[in-house]
């Protein structure tokens, strides 16, 4: 059974440090790995979505790589901001039959930047 | 576009209860998604929908209930409420969902947040 699990739990830096988030899921076999922001009360936005065969994908002064093999994945977030402040989740998409989209979920890391 | 829509944004049941969760998206997609949040947690499928007409089970669907008659809406229903059905629901469309579609992004309502007493 795939499993998803982010360290750390939460995490709180001074504005201007970059930042590295851990994603790690137990089988490799993902269609593709994706990561999100959840602000308090709202829904999920897309940063980065990496395909399997990817090993990184880049907006901004987001970074998110994939090691398939490994299981694991990383968002890098250069010179965090204040607005940076948010709950960030990994999800895969598993590559099995029977599966039709669905997206397993970490639980997610906490990310506080203070002015 | 609006996107994905849910409503209502909040809602407090009774034990045994019964409500409709509703949800519409605007961007054509064949894909829909019915997630839970539980504090601290990740988010859980409950049903998926890959047309109209065509649901199926996600990992925790007791409980609930799906339909699927447009290609626009896919309300879930709640039969019984019980006080571990309190959590914020999401739903969420995407324009494809397996094999080599199964690439492309999800997109995320703001959630209804449903507490049973």
């Known amino acids: 059974k795939q499993e998803v699990t982010q360290i750390p739990a939460a995490l709180s830096v001074p504005e201007g440090e970059n930042l590295v988030l851990n994603c790690s899921f137990t089988d490799s076999a993902i269609y593709n790995l994706q990561w999100f922001r959840q602000d308090p009360g709202k829904g999920l936005t897309s940063l980065l979505l990496i395909q399997s065969s990817q090993r990184e994908q880049t907006s901004g002064r987001l970074n998110a790589s994939l090691d398939k093999s490994s299981g694991r994945s990383t968002l890098y977030i250069a010179a965090s901001q204040p607005g940076d402040s948010a709950t960030y989740l990994c999800a895969v998409r598993p590559n099995y039959g029977g599966s039709q989209g669905n997206l397993i979920f970490g639980k997610g890391t906490k990310l506080s930047v203070k002015p | 576009n609006a996107g994905v829509t849910q409503t209502p944004k909040f809602r407090i049941l009774k034990i045994g209860q019964s409500m409709t969760l509703q949800c519409t998206q605007d961007?054509?997609?064949?894909?829909m998604y019915w997630y839970r949040q539980d504090p601290g947690m990740g988010l859980k499928l409950i049903y998926y929908s890959v047309g109209a007409g065509i649901t199926d089970k996600g990992e925790v669907p007791n409980g609930y209930n799906v339909s699927r008659s447009t290609t626009e809406d896919f309300p879930l229903r709640l039969e019984l409420a019980a006080p571990s059905q309190t959590s914020v629901y999401f739903c969420?469309?995407?324009?494809?969902?397996?094999?080599?579609?199964?690439?492309?992004?999800?997109?995320f309502g703001p959630g209804t947040r449903l507490t049973v007493l």
């Open positions: 961007m054509n997609h064949n894909y």
């Open positions: 969420a469309s995407s324009y494809g969902g397996a094999g080599l579609a199964a690439t492309d992004t999800q997109y």
